[in-house]
T-cell receptor, first 116, second 111 residues
Framework: GAGVSQSPSNKVTEKGKDVELRCDPISGHTALYWYRQSLGQGLEFLIY????????KSGLPSDRFSAERTGGSVSTLTIQRTQQEDSAVYLC??????????????FGPGTRLTVT | LAKTTQPVSMDSYEGQEVNITCSHNNIATNDYITWYQQFPSQGPRFIIQ???TKVTNEVASLFIPADRKSSTLSLPRVSLSDTAVYYCLVGDIGNFNKFYFGSGTKLNVKP
């Protein structure tokens, strides 16, 4: 079946512009996660959704970052007034359930964001 | 909140067994330990998951001691295609659910 998809695959934007990143999880997966990976670095957890709810937003780097999920499916990560330090690969993952990491996360290919 | 520590890199040769250890001293009672593999320009891919003792699947084994403060991923007879970054993940269901990936171990398999 279809895996996790993300769009766009690449995004180049000017500093100060807003960007919106999209994630389509695997159908039926109730949990969805956003991570950020800077060049040559590990994965930085940003936020997760259980259904449409994000219980904890403290992992978001700043108030310029926001995320939402609608219909228990598609999620968007929005970055306002982008800065050069926002340049990274943004990865989305989904899992069937959320239970202390018991369920395997399926990752999308990521969106490479470059802020010039 | 559970955090993890792994070696930054490891070298090996084709056909050897490779063991990568992850420390997670603050692991919570309900946390599972999961290992992922990541190739360049791709998202991580699930390898194996366990709670305690030993788990084995077709690609790897996972050893978890009784205190669960560490875990060891064992890759038997590695090949060049196993060159990748390996991440240890411990889920924390405390009051918040934050999934900490370790910094990752870059495994370089040489011919």
């Amino acid at each position: 079946g279809a895996g996790v998809s993300q769009s766009p695959s690449n995004k180049v934007t000017e500093k100060g512009k807003d960007v919106e990143l999209r994630c389509d999880p695997i159908s039926g997966h109730t949990a969805l996660y956003w991570y950020r990976q800077s060049l040559g670095q590990g994965l930085e957890f940003l936020i997760y959704f259980q259904g449409n709810s994000a219980p904890d937003k403290s992992g978001l780097p700043s108030d310029r970052f926001s995320a939402e999920r609608t219909g228990g499916s598609v999620s968007t990560l929005t970055i306002q007034r982008t800065q050069q330090e926002d340049s990274a690969v943004y990865l989305c993952a989904s899992s069937l359930r959320l239970a202390g990491g018991e369920d395997e996360q399926y990752f999308g290919p990521g969106t490479r964001l470059t802020v010039t | 909140l559970a955090k993890t520590t792994q070696p930054v890199s490891m070298d090996s040769y084709e056909g050897q067994e490779v063991n990568i250890t992850c420390s997670h001293n603050n692991i919570a009672t309900n946390d599972y330990i999961t290992w992922y593999q990541q190739f360049p320009s791709q998202g991580p891919r699930f390898i194996i998951q366990g709670y305690k003792t030993k788990v084995t699947n077709e690609v790897a084994s996972l050893f978890i001691p009784a205190d669960r403060k560490s875990s060891t991923l064992s890759l038997p007879r590695v090949s060049l295609s196993d060159t990748a970054v390996y991440y240890c993940l411990v889920g924390d269901i405390g009051n918040f659910n934050k999934f900490y990936f370790g910094s990752g171990t870059k495994l370089n398999v040489k011919p």
